[in-house]
């Protein structure tokens, strides 16, 4: 029985450090001026992912309404004081901006997605951490 | 990217150095050779730095892959255009599209992405700047800031202006073989950025005011 708790410890003791830090958020959604997706204070217009240490923020911009229009999104992180990250401009476009080049490595955060202006957006909507 | 692909970003910095680049090397070169075309083609507005040549890191080689997966898009190796100010900046041709990317120059003669966009041919050619600044609010605060300066910019684009609050420019940087950045312009407030001629004109306006 102790042989038992001592390997169940050491299972445990390889694992959960990792699991403990991976995680996967991903969405599929339109984010337009009305978006309220789970931010904090920043929030309308925006797509955000629950609380983690995120190392990625992540976007595809597939489509846009109007149809042909462009919009433009703001691509990063969100804590409870500051969103900081890059624009870019969908559809037809991707983008992936890493925390610990915008100052923000080993926070607690949010991934943030958020609608800036123009033709609102469709698209994939992803955090790694 | 997968989950696969990231354990992969996770594991190989473990390796020695020299392992590490080679097995990545060589990954990126059977990539490459498998599913690229045979000479990527430049798209867009014209560019005319063209970069040199660069070993790709397994992040950088991770985002790529990423990105074309996701996108669609078919892309070559990357080159670096230049390194100003402790930055890196990256050029990455496809026949459908391009990106480009930013990251710490130490890592320059293995580029670390630390931001990436890509956009497909349509977009890009109707790009003057690719802007690959950080800008970012502060609860309370009083609007956007520019916490980090630096893109690229076509053919043509002498100089890049900052626009304050009124819309006004309230400050230029020189645009240096397609690239502009600025060292001491970090935690500014600016509304957007404008493309500029030689003679001042503007010939493209990015607007980030809400």
Known sequence: MRRLACLAALAAALVLPQ?????????????????????????????CSGWNYWYLSDALLTGSDPGGQQGQLHCGFQTNSMIRGAFVWGPGSTCQVYDTDVAMGGVYKKVSHTWWQGASLYGEFEGYA | MNGASTSQTRSLPRLGGAVAAFLVSAAFLVWF??????????????????????????????????????????????????????????RINGVNGR??????????????????????????????????????????????????????????????????????????????????????????????VVALNSHGGVLERLSYQR
């Not at chain 2, 560019?47 to 070559?76: C, D, H, T, Y």
């Not at chain 2, 700047?129 to 910019?153: C, F, K, N, P, Q």
Request: proline share 6%; charged share 15%.
């Open chain 2, 33 to 90: 050779g498998q599913s690229r075309p045979a000479e990527a083609t430049s798209t867009g507005t014209a560019i005319s730095n063209a970069g040199v040549p660069v070993a790709i890191s397994p992040q950088a080689l991770n985002a790529l892959q990423s990105a074309e997966a996701k996108s669609g898009l078919r892309l070559g190796p990357p080159t670096r255009l230049a390194v100003r100010n402790g930055r890196a900046l990256y």
């Open chain 1, 19 to 47: 699991s403990a830090q991976a995680g996967y958020w991903v969405t599929w959604t339109w984010i337009t001026p009305g978006t309220y997706g789970g931010c904090m204070w920043y929030s309308p217009g925006s797509v």
């Open chain 2, 99 to 192: 990106c480009f990317a930013a990251g710490k120059s130490e890592a320059a003669n293995a580029p670390s992405f630390g931001v990436l966009l890509c956009s497909q041919s349509d977009t890009a050619a109707r790009q003057q700047l690719v802007d690959l600044s950080i800008y970012d609010l502060t609860r309370g605060g009083e609007g956007i800031r520019i916490h980090r300066l630096e893109g690229v910019a076509a053919d043509g684009v002498a100089s890049v202006g900052i626009l304050g609050d009124a819309g006004a420019i309230i400050a230029r940087v020189p645009v240096t073989r397609n690239i502009y950045s600025s060292p001491t312009l970090g935690d500014v407030a600016a509304t957007g």
